[in-house]
């Protein structure tokens, strides 16, 4: 497998041709280490090992030497491999994801079934890491765990083994029209993907982490580096001691990496060294020939037998520790739990892996009839499952269709105007909890709102070309959660809405924090605002005049009037333009959705003092004269209790944001107090 092989009782290793493989049974115990370490942080320290970095490199070192040995041999037959490759993974990867989705519907409160169908297909098709990427720059992207969001590394390398091959081999092609060494050009061409790819990652997590993360190409230097080792002889003159030094150095490090590192918030980048590092120790190590190396340890039919299970057992522990969480309502495991959790995954996995390695033999070999018997074994087991998950969201689509054919009859869902003496016929809520979480403004949807990680101002213009006025809606996402109702005041008064928007960035010019952090791309945001609203000097901004945020790590914790409000107000007044700053709207403790999954929305409110000061705070300072303030908190909460459900609409679509659906049905009430403190 490796240029690296292990000697038999001597203290330096044989270099040999890439050709001649050699198995090496460190590596199965290297792999077991790694999966070990993730499953174990995952389930008891609720953090990120660096295990899944071992894998991607250890990936890169034995795909490397196989398709280096079939390039400078009889050729690298592209389907061929990939067939293998497919009726390998997929037979494991399909009874994992139908699992998953079964358990989903049996155990997962509903509103966490929008998500299910996609994810499965996602998750076999290799495309998972790109999906969380654009969830991760998502500022309303649900928190909740993913059972299926660690095929987010089987899908960078399934993309890994899309490209490999054709380097591999272009490489090989090239060096031999040159007359030069085939090894020698592969060496220079992984070490430009390495240097090149290793920069990427690093810049992109300095710029956009949670983006990086997830990103096939600051990952890619992870299977060059387990490339090079493959082609080149480290270690080949290494005495035995040093041999047994750099072992458990290595061995040691990988262990301390998710311990002595926040893995989660600073890789991939330079970070991402430590662990693949600390796994290409032991590999150059090889075998010591020393009782008392780490390849000894590594070596043990225990660890070994792990070893072979490691695919399943990555794939089997996540999903079981998730739907662990979710019924015991906890956030890490308790030392028993994961112990369960964990040796389900083991019986699992030692269940499924035979039956995946008998399907997987059916594709082995070089002939075509092979790739055809690996390509039929991956179709059958990935059909039923695709087919399963397009069904579910077939059945999801045909809901929202049935629910329109409801809506059409307004009078049935009145939402606010129910305070106004509508009545409030006896039929299910809506939107229904499977589709909360869809019921966001428009303007998410058409790429309006700045996500928390970029600093430009976006600008998206609704309404009249020819205004009576042009109004702004200026700030964080509480204020956009006002759209739909200022959407609906513009269309029936001729006016112009402007949305200027930035996930969890208040509209003003004081330091603000995001996740514990200096939040410093809304600081370069709002001096973008200002100047934004000099060019467009709209009559009228719309914003939020105070926060109702129980985030206390951003200086919060009761409603306020944010410091530096009022001075923003002050300066637009200078510029000639009105502010209408209205109350923020109560929050709840826990996600509204998931509470009326399990109880009656008589069960779900929440009382005004969680989140709302006895009087606004509004009152409490001294306004400039081109200030209106609003105040509709008597639409969320009455009689002590402000409530998830009102007049058959869902308000809240997780904890605090509220939905489009009922900032529609506030849009009159909105429009007659403004109108009233405007003397329209």
């Known amino acids: 497998m490796s240029l690296l092989t292990a000697p038999t009782?001597?203290?330096?290793?044989?270099?040999?041709v890439v050709g001649t493989g050699g198995h090496r049974p460190e590596i199965d115990g290297l792999r077991a280490v790694a999966v070990l370490l993730v499953a174990a942080y995952h389930v008891w320290l609720g953090r990120v090992s660096g295990g899944v970095d071992v894998f991607l490199m250890l990936t890169g070192f034995l795909i490397t030497a196989s398709l280096v040995r079939a390039a400078t041999g009889r050729g690298i037959?592209?389907?061929?491999?990939l067939a293998r490759l497919a009726a390998r993974l997929a037979p494991t990867a399909a009874a994992v994801v139908l699992a998953t989705l079964a358990a989903t519907w049996l155990f997962l409160p509903e509103p966490r079934w929008r998500e299910a169908p996609g994810d499965a297909v996602a998750a076999l098709l290799h495309h998972t890491n790109w999906r969380l990427a654009l969830n991760s720059v998502d500022y309303l992207a649900r928190d909740d765990l993913n059972p299926l969001q660690h095929f987010w590394s089987l899908s960078v390398q399934g993309q890994f083994y899309l490209v490999w091959p054709a380097l591999v081999a272009v490489a090989v092609w090239t060096a031999r029209r040159g007359g030069r060494d085939p090894r020698s050009a592969l060496i220079a061409a992984l070490?430009?993907?390495?240097?090149?790819?290793?920069?990427?990652?690093?810049?992109?997590?300095?710029?956009?982490q949670p983006w990086a993360y997830f990103d096939t190409g600051a990952r890619l230097w992870e299977f060059a580096l387990g490339g090079l080792l493959a082609l080149l002889p480290l270690g080949r003159d290494l005495p035995r001691a040093p041999r047994v030094a750099l072992g458990w150095t290595g061995l040691a490090a990988l262990a301390l990496c998710g311990v002595l590192l926040p893995v989660s918030s600073v890789f991939p980048g330079y970070a991402a060294l430590w662990p693949t590092l600390a796994a290409a120790a032991v590999l150059v190590a090889g075998a010591s020939g020393s009782a008392f190396g780490a390849d000894r340890l590594l070596s043990l039919p225990p660890l070994r037998y792990l070893g072979s299970i490691s695919y399943a057992l990555y794939l089997w522990?996540?999903?079981?520790?998730?739907?662990?969480?979710?019924?015991?309502?906890?956030?890490?495991?308790?030392?028993?739990?994961?112990?369960?959790?964990?040796?389900?995954?083991?019986?699992?996995?030692?269940?499924?892996?035979?039956?995946?390695?008998?399907l997987a033999a059916l594709g082995r070999g070089g002939g075509r009839r092979a790739a055809l018997r690996g390509t039929a074994v991956a179709l059958a087991c990935l059909l039923p499952v695709l087919l399963a998950a397009g069904a579910w969201a077939g059945l999801q689509s045909a809901e929202r269709d049935r629910w329109e054919r409801l809506l059409a009859d307004g009078r049935s869902y009145p939402g606010a105007a129910e305070a106004d003496g509508a009545r409030v016929p006896d039929l299910p809520f809506y939107p229904p909890l499977v589709q909360a979480a869809e019921d966001a403004p428009a303007t998410y949807d058409d790429g309006c709102n700045q996500t928390t990680t970029a600093s430009e101002v976006i600008t998206c213009v609704y309404g009249a070309d020819d205004p009576v006025r042009t109004v702004a809606l200026v700030g964080g996402s509480h204020a956009a959660h006002w759209f739909p109702a200022l959407e609906s005041i513009a269309l029936d008064r001729d006016w112009r809405?402007?949305?200027?928007?930035?996930?969890?960035?208040?509209?003003?010019?004081?330091?603000?924090?995001?996740?514990?952090?200096?939040?410093?791309?809304?600081?370069?945001?709002?001096?973008?605002?200002?100047?934004?609203?000099?060019?467009?000097?709209?009559?009228?901004?719309?914003?939020?005049g105070t926060t109702t945020s129980?985030?206390?790590?951003?200086?919060?914790?009761?409603?306020?009037?944010?410091?530096?409000?009022?001075?923003?107000?002050?300066?637009?007044?200078n510029?000639?333009?009105?502010?209408?700053?209205?109350?923020?709207?109560?929050?709840?403790?826990?996600?509204?959705?998931?509470?009326?999954?399990?109880?009656?929305?008589?069960?779900?409110?929440?009382?005004?003092?969680?989140?709302?000061?006895?009087?606004?705070?509004?009152?409490?300072?001294?306004?400039?004269?081109?200030?209106?303030?609003?105040?509709?908190?008597?639409?969320?909460?009455d009689r002590g209790v402000c409530r998830p459900v009102i007049g058959n609409v869902l308000v809240y679509w997780d904890s605090s944001h509220v939905g489009a659906t009922y900032m529609r049905t506030l849009a009159p009430e909105l429009e007659r107090r403004w109108a009233r403190a405007e003397g329209w």
């Open 9 to 16: 009782g001597t203290g330096s290793a044989r270099p040999a």
């Open 77 to 81: 037959r592209y389907g061929a491999f």
């Open 191 to 208: 070490s430009a993907v390495l240097v090149l790819s290793l920069a990427y990652s690093v810049l992109m997590t300095r710029l956009d």
């Open 317 to 358: 522990h996540w999903p079981l520790l998730v739907f662990y969480l979710s019924l015991t309502d906890r956030a890490l495991a308790t030392p028993s739990g994961g112990a369960a959790v964990l040796a389900a995954s083991v019986l699992l996995a030692a269940a499924t892996t035979p039956v995946a390695d008998r």
């Open 497 to 544: 809405l402007v949305n200027i928007v930035k996930g969890a960035c208040l509209f003003t010019d004081a330091p603000q924090s995001y996740r514990g952090e200096p939040y410093t791309s809304c600081a370069e945001w709002n001096r973008g605002v200002m100047a934004e609203l000099d060019r467009l000097r709209p009559d009228t901004v719309f914003t939020t």
């Open 550 to 573: 129980l985030d206390t790590s951003a200086g919060y914790g009761e409603e306020q009037v944010v410091d530096g409000y009022v001075d923003r107000w002050r300066e637009l007044g």
């Open 575 to 637: 510029r000639g333009i009105d502010v209408v700053a209205v109350r923020d709207t109560p929050r709840f403790r826990f996600d509204v959705p998931d509470c009326l999954s399990e109880a009656d929305p008589d069960r779900c409110g929440s009382a005004p003092e969680e989140s709302m000061a006895p009087v606004s705070p509004l009152t409490e300072v001294e306004l400039p004269p081109n200030v209106t303030v609003l105040d509709l908190t008597d639409r969320f909460c």
